[in-house]
């Protein structure tokens, strides 16, 4: 899965996830595949006591929509975290923000509710779930859908509004 950007707004680089990581890319991709740290994932920016920074990225949820805190969606992949997690990386994860464009692929980036006929339509209002995936409820809008995930082209069109 990967968030494929149309029209970036921003991209900001200045936080890594709020998880201990070993250094070893082999073991931290996992670990951040694990935790939720997938393209496209919705994140917020908070203290941390497992980051060396004291400050990461923290899966975003709904509450965080109404409060107006989410930072943005994740970019990478994690298999493409390698090159900046290893021994000379930065330990940053980049996030798109400021009203992008793109299309949300993969079924582990966007609520499998989605996929069901009906459930949503392009111009829909896109919400953040529990684990920062994107929703077809919740109390504050964070996108609008311009593509509905189907089986042949099974990738969720979003227009962000944060």
């Not at 994140?43 to 899966?59: H, W, Y």
Request: net charge negative; glycine share 12%; hydrophobic share 50%.
């Amino acid at each position: 899965m990967a968030l494929e950007l149309q029209y970036y707004g921003q991209n900001f680089s200045l936080f890594g996830p709020d998880l201990a990581l070993t250094g070893d890319p082999a073991i931290d991709n996992a670990a951040l595949e694990a935790a939720g740290f997938n393209a496209g994932v919705l994140v917020k920016v908070g203290v941390s006591t497992l980051n060396p920074d004291e400050m990461a990225l923290q899966i975003a949820t709904d509450a965080d929509a109404v409060a107006g805190t989410i930072l943005g969606a994740i970019i990478t992949i994690p298999g493409e975290f390698a090159n900046t997690i290893g021994p000379s990386g930065s330990n940053r994860i980049s996030v798109a923000r400021a009203h992008f464009v793109g299309n949300v692929l993969g079924a582990k980036s966007f609520d499998q509710a989605l996929l069901g006929a009906g459930a949503i339509a392009v111009g829909d209002p896109l919400y953040c779930g529990l684990t920062g995936l994107y929703t077809a409820a919740g109390t504050a809008p964070v996108a609008i859908c311009s593509h509905v995930p189907t089986a042949i082209e099974p990738w969720l069109g979003v227009i962000s509004l944060i």
